[in-house]
């Protein structure tokens, strides 16, 4: 089966970083965002992946080498003048699916981690098995048609639409209201509905076809599904992830599906010399190796340490540092510093990502 990528977007809310790295290229614990998004998507036995491309493209195509190596097939759909969004996108690129009765289309910056085996295979039966134009992977959780949009389902289980809806104005027979965890499989009648020029998946084609008479249905799955989109929810979900591979985790937190993905990712991609190192306390930083000229990681440790010792018991402290990265304060502190970044004289990072100049 073929995937589409959404790796074209501007990543506005995590700037400055986005300035430097598009998105997808942005590392998350050492490992780019865009190889999370592959991993969670190995199961399915992928023939191809198409990425389309706009901001800062070079730092996603360096990648294609350790994308084939790692297993995918990959090319890329450049999108030159302006991003296309995720319909304009998909159009942009159809010629790659021609033929293809049914392909996969998923966002290239997540993280997301099953909390059963099997997830992707389940969506592929049940939309192969219903003959829908779109099968939605979605998970529960709390705020949706208030604090987030929604997937709304009707009383017998199809969807009815997407987005806010806490007064169900729009959707007053909705059944209940689903998170989008940005995968879904697509029938190629998709191709009917979707304007040329730029439009958005969810809002523009797949509700018209729903007006159309076309069946949308969902696969809700038990998932870890992390909010990498700004500084806020990048660090913490960096933390919560650095909990979740840690040794000192319950054994069935350690052994879990998520744990397991998560682990078994890092393995993969992860060069030799990178480390997590952990206090009793519950301290920990995350490293490769640093630049000449740095201070020792046993400096930072330490430091750390002594950062936790002040700390509530509930709040662990934390360093993600990467490979290359010119390190002379130990001040960093619930921080990530990525590959080639520098962290001078006495600095004190804290609640940052440091990015490369």
């Known amino acids: 089966?073929?995937?589409?990528?959404?790796?074209?977007?501007?990543?506005?809310?995590?700037?400055p970083v986005t300035n430097v790295l598009a998105k997808p290229a942005v590392p998350f614990l050492n490992v780019p965002l865009l190889f999370w998004s592959l991993e969670f998507l190995r199961d399915l036995k992928v023939s191809r992946v198409i990425a389309n491309l706009h901001h800062l493209p070079e730092t996603i195509s360096r990648l294609a080498p350790k994308i084939r190596n790692s297993g995918f097939e990959v090319e890329f759909s450049m999108e030159t003048a302006a991003p296309l969004g995720s319909g304009g996108g998909l159009w942009h690129a159809r010629n790659h699916f021609a033929g293809d009765e049914n392909f996969l289309i998923a966002n290239a910056d997540e993280v997301i981690l099953p909390l059963k085996t099997g997830v992707l295979q389940r969506l592929k039966e049940t939309h192969e098995a219903s003959g829908v134009i779109a099968t939605l992977l979605t998970m529960r959780r709390s705020g949706i048609g208030t604090k987030f949009g929604g997937v709304w389902i009707?009383?017998?289980?199809?969807v009815l639409g997407f987005g806010f809806d806490k007064d169900k104005?729009?959707?007053?027979?909705?059944?209940?209201?689903?998170?989008?965890?940005?995968?879904?499989?697509?029938?190629?009648?998709?191709?009917?509905?979707?304007?040329?020029?730029?439009?958005?998946?969810?809002?523009?084609?797949?509700t018209k076809a729903i007006a159309a008479g076309e069946k949308v249905s969902i696969q809700t799955e038990d998932l870890v599904w992390y909010e990498t989109g700004s500084s806020s929810d990048y660090l913490n979900a960096t933390s919560d992830l650095l909990a979740l591979i840690s040794p000192q985790a319950s054994q069935a937190d350690f052994s879990s599906p998520a744990a397991v993905t998560a682990k078994s990712l890092l393995k993969r991609y992860l060069e030799d010399g990178t480390h997590l190192w952990e206090s009793h306390g519950g301290?920990?930083?995350?490293?490769?190796?640093?630049?000449?000229?740095?201070?020792?990681?046993?400096?930072?440790?330490?430091?750390?340490?002594e950062e936790q010792a002040k700390s509530p018991l509930s709040e662990k402290i934390f360093a993600v540092i990467g490979r290359g990265a010119l390190i002379k304060s130990p001040l960093i502190l619930n921080s990530v510093v990525l590959p080639g970044a520098r962290v001078q004289d006495s600095e004190r990072v804290e609640n940052k990502i440091v990015a490369p100049a």
């Open 1 to 15: 089966m073929k995937v589409m990528l959404l790796a074209a977007g501007l990543g506005t809310r995590l700037r």
């Open 154 to 158: 009707g009383p017998k289980g199809t």
């Open 169 to 206: 104005v729009r959707f007053p027979n909705a059944a209940d209201g689903l998170h989008y965890v940005g995968v879904m499989l697509l029938n190629r009648r998709i191709f009917k509905y979707l304007p040329d020029g730029e439009s958005n998946i969810l809002y523009d084609a797949v």
């Open 283 to 305: 301290a920990r930083m995350f490293s490769s190796d640093f630049s000449t000229g740095s201070i020792s990681k046993e400096a930072i440790c330490s430091a750390l340490e």
